[in-house]
């Protein structure tokens, strides 16, 4: 009984961290984009290149914000760390499939990019939104 209530402690204390680190990470979008929501598994698309159009078949542009935000970004929805996204899209360039995706160094510059590129998606840090752009919803 004591090994029961020590692994629903530590299972709820695992799952209270993966809820706060994906809330930590905001998902921006420009307010031309097509859609309100975005499930997980399109994200991890998008930023491995495999899903280029939204539903209306405008073209999807992302970037990347370096840092601690991308780090959490790519661990909770593409899977990969920095290292292998940078070896990933690396790649993709030198077999001609593909171009390095914008990258941003302030959440600023990343509200920027999104707001005044038609298509764009990012993602920011929760609080530094604005109303120059839409926050996406997370579906599973």
Do not use: C
Not at 70 to 79: A, H, I, Q, R, T
């Amino acid at each position: 009984m004591k090994h029961v209530k020590l692994g629903a402690l530590i299972l709820v204390m695992v799952a209270g961290l993966v809820g706060h680190a994906l809330a930590d990470v905001l998902i921006i979008a420009n307010r031309g984009v097509p859609v309100a929501s975005v499930s997980k598994s399109d994200l991890e698309r998008i930023y491995k290149g495999q899903l280029s159009r939204w539903e209306d078949g405008s073209r999807v542009n992302f970037a990347v914000l370096r840092g601690e935000t991308m780090d959490s970004f790519l661990s909770d929805y593409v899977k990969m760390s920095s290292a292998q996204f940078d070896q990933h899209w690396k790649r993709q360039v030198f077999t001609g499939r593909g171009q390095m995706p914008p990258a941003m160094n302030r959440p600023a510059d990343m509200v920027t990019y999104v707001a005044n590129t038609q298509g764009a998606v990012g993602f920011v840090p929760e609080g530094t939104i604005t109303d120059e752009v839409k926050v996406l919803g997370i579906t599973p």
